[in-house]
Each structure stands twice: as C-alpha cells, then as structure tokens.
C-alpha cells in the first residue's frame, strides 16, 4: 500500500527557477492538500482540492500554482522560486472533509530549499 | 492572537512519568480537535480525536474544554518512544468548507 508519496523529496533550487514538487495518492480520496511548515508557523495551508479540476486557496497560496486533472495526482508549483519559499511541504489527503474520527494522511514531505 | 496556541516546551520527563499538554485555541466556532504526532523529519500523523466527554486510548488520554476554549493531552507512563512533537489540530466548519488549523506543536523529550 503505497499511501501518499511525494516527490522530490529534496531539493536545492536557484531564485527565480520554476519548481514542481509532484504529490500522487493510491486511495482515492476525494480530498487533498499542501501544507508547508516553518518554524515558529506550525502547518499552514497552500492550497486544496475538494475533488479534480476543484481547488481552491488556503491560507498562503501568493506564489503557488496548482491543478488536479486526475483524482490521485495534486501537483504544486512555485512559478518563481524565493527566499521565502524555502520549506518542508507536505502533500496531504483525506477521505471526506475533516470531522470527528476522520484523518488526514501526509506525505513523507519535500524538503526545498532557495538559494 | 494565534488561533491556536501551544506551549513549544520541550518538556523533559523521565521514563514513567506522567505529562500533560495544553492547547487553547480562539475561535468558539471551532467544532472538531485532534492531536496529532510528529517525529523529527517526518509527517505528521493522526495521535487521536478529541471528543467533549474525553476519551482515551491506552496511556493516552484528550479532554475538550469548549467554556474556556482549550484542548489537552495527558500520556501515563512515558516511554522513549513518546518522543516526538504533539501537535494540536483545530478544525471549523464554514458551510460546504472546512478550516484546520495546526498548532506550532509541544516538543516532548522522554529520558532514561
């Protein structure tokens, strides 16, 4: 049961450069997401998708891009890497939108870093 | 305000003994609560759901306080392999939408 995968799952990139980290899910949950995580920040959302060609921003999305043409596939792309943007990113998914009892699955995360 | 506040530690506790953490979170709105479990370098991972009568699952137990707007943790018996950062997860419903909000996380260092 491969789960969630993510990859890179590290990687070294240049400002400026286009950058796509590739998130790929074998259970078909209708729900995915990308968090990135930064110290003193906890988990913040990027962006989510409630099902293909559906999504929607989170709470930091300036500088991402993503799409959904396939139920299992959520890829996330920096158009113009910064500084800033250097981070662990976590792929997520989920069944049904949270509620009591349910989980949320993450990845193994993409540790990128903006030089 | 944060919407969800964790105290960061680390709390250093000796093999056995018993340790609680915290959350408090800002929003009344605010209708599912989980703690989740992070490793160094690894993905966070559902620990437990929180319920309003508490529950618990083997040395873990969660309450909900929802008149003073906080969540805790309580793990008996610490183990080294309790190790980890305890994040506290605050979820809302907004119509069709839904909002979790993660805590910065508790850092839990358990020694021999």
């Known amino acids: 049961d491969a789960g969630i995968t993510q990859s890179p799952r590290y990687k070294i990139t240049e400002t400026g450069r286009q950058v796509t980290l590739m998130c790929h899910q074998t259970?078909?949950?209708?729900?995915m997401f990308w968090y990135r995580q930064d110290l003193g920040h906890g988990l913040r959302l990027i962006y989510y998708?409630?099902?293909?060609?559906?999504?929607d921003k989170g709470e930091v999305p300036d500088g991402y891009v993503v799409s959904r043409s396939k139920t299992e596939n959520f890829p996330l792309t920096l158009e113009s890497a910064t500084r800033s943007q250097t981070s662990v990113y976590f792929c997520?998914?989920?069944?049904?939108?949270?509620?009591?009892?349910?989980?949320?699955?993450f990845g193994e995360g993409s540790w990128l870093t903006v030089v | 305000r944060k919407e969800v506040e964790q105290d960061p530690g680390p709390f250093n506790v000796p093999e056995g003994a018993t340790v609680a953490f915290n959350c408090t979170y800002s929003?009344?709105?605010?209708?599912?609560f989980f703690w989740y479990r992070q490793d160094c370098r690894k993905e966070p991972k559902l620990l437990m759901s929180?319920?309003?009568s508490g529950n618990e699952d083997g040395r873990f137990t969660a309450q909900l306080n929802r008149a003073s707007q906080y969540i805790s943790l309580l793990i008996r018996d610490s183990k080294l392999s309790d190790s980890a950062t305890y994040l506290c997860?605050?979820?809302?419903?907004?119509?069709?939408?839904?909002?979790?909000?993660f805590g910065t996380g508790t850092r839990l260092q358990v020694t021999l």
């Open positions: 997520a998914s989920s069944e049904l939108l949270t509620g009591p009892g349910n989980t949320i699955y």
């Open positions: 259970w078909s949950h209708s729900y």
């Open positions: 998708s409630a099902a293909a060609d559906i999504t």
């Open positions: 929003n009344s709105a605010s209708q599912s």
């Open positions: 929180v319920y309003s």
């Open positions: 997860v605050v979820n809302k419903r907004t119509g069709t939408a839904s909002k979790l909000t």
